[in-house]
């Protein structure tokens, strides 16, 4: 009996059966900073316009067409990319040294410890 009340509990849930495999949705792996940049159509609203050469992370990007779109036919969408940054950030990333010395490291690593005797 205990059987019975816990294979129909797993079947309210939705639990023990495997879900048929033509239903089976193949996702890409989602990257954290993945962004979504908007390209307008070719007969764009002026809200979009706005938001051209904005990026959004793409789980925060305004949905489309735009709350305030008025075109029946709005033909605008999202461009992808790996990150939401664009181009190097950093001087150094550019090629500019900050601290004027572009060498390897020539200080000598000491030794563990600060006391006399633990050198």
């Known amino acids: 009996m205990s059987s019975d009340v816990l294979k129909r509990a797993k079947s309210l849930l939705g639990l023990g059966r495997e879900p048929e495999p033509d239903t089976v949705s ?4 989602v990257q954290i900073h ?8 070719p007969r764009a609203c002026s ?9 959004f ?6 949905r489309l067409p735009l709350r305030d779109c008025d075109r029946p ?6 461009e992808h990319h790996e990150d ?4 190097p950030r ?10 004027g010395y572009e060498g390897e490291e020539q200080r000598e690593k000491l ?5 006399k005797g633990d050198r």
């Open 111 to 115: 030794k563990r410890g600060r006391r």
């Open 84 to 87: 939401r940054r664009r181009g």
């Open 57 to 62: 992370l793409s789980r925060e990007a305004p």
């Open 26 to 29: 193949r996702k890409k792996p």
């Open 47 to 55: 809200e979009v316009r706005k938001l051209v050469g904005q990026r």
């Open 34 to 41: 993945h962004a979504v940049g908007i390209v307008p159509g």
């Open 73 to 78: 036919d709005c033909s605008c969408r999202y």
């Open 90 to 99: 950093r001087a150094r990333e550019m090629g500019v040294a900050i601290d």
